[in-house]
Nanobody, 115 residues
């Protein structure tokens, strides 16, 4: 059974930084593409960034050059370093992966950026 547990969210002022972590279990982590999604109030969930098993990364235009996704296969953990945060980055951030053709989600972690 896939389990994804996010941590690291919180309240930060605009221009600040946060690092999110997602610890995975129940999957062969090293072969999985891992993604960070976010959902702001009243909006659809969107991909913020993902990273393949080989370390290739992909970012939404809105976070490019500010966010960095990385992974530690030994710890089965994926990270999202968020710098230069803006109020529009306020959202619940979810870790996600595909396993057995089903998308699994963590419980989410709230990120709130005050202006």
């Amino acid at each position: 059974q896939v389990q994804l547990v996010e941590s690291g969210g919180g309240l930060v002022q605009a221009g600040g930084s946060l690092r999110l972590s997602c610890a995975a279990s129940g999957i062969i982590f090293s072969i999985k593409t891992m993604g960070w999604y976010r959902q702001a109030p009243g909006k659809q969930r969107e991909l913020a960034a993902d990273i393949t098993s080989g370390g290739s990364t992909n970012y939404a235009d809105s976070v490019k050059d500010r966010f960095t996704i990385s992974r530690d296969n030994a710890k089965k953990t994926v990270y999202l370093q968020m710098n230069s945060l803006k109020p529009e980055d306020t959202a619940v951030y979810y870790c996600s992966t595909l396993d057995a053709m089903q998308r699994s989600w963590g419980q989410g972690t709230q990120v709130t950026v005050s202006s």
